[in-house]
């Protein structure tokens, strides 16, 4: 049995998701230019290091920015969750 505001809570539900997508969008696509970045200077050059950190190897910044999107959309998720429970609690 459906509750009454049934279509209400789908439209919300939809509005959350879109917003959680777009929150991970902007979050993320900062990363992956600097992502990006750092792979064409790593084609380029022969040496695998950023020349803004000098000595800091090319895969532990990339691991460590594919890390930190990991965990962005982690949390958008996780958020994601908690809203669709407290709406369903009301």
Do not use: D, H
Request: aromatic fraction near 6%; hydrophobic fraction near 55%; charge should be positive.
């Amino acid at each position: 049995m459906r509750p009454k505001n049934y279509v209400k809570m789908c439209v919300c539900s939809i509005a959350l998701l879109q917003s959680t997508v777009l929150m991970i969008q902007t979050l993320c696509k900062t990363f992956l230019a600097i992502l990006n970045s750092c792979l064409k200077s790593m084609l380029r050059t022969p040496n695998p290091c950023l020349p803004l950190w000098l000595g800091f190897p090319m895969f532990r910044i990339m691991i460590m920015l594919i890390l930190v999107c990991m965990k962005l959309i982690l949390i958008g998720l996780i958020w994601e969750g908690i809203m669709m429970r407290v709406m369903t609690i009301e």
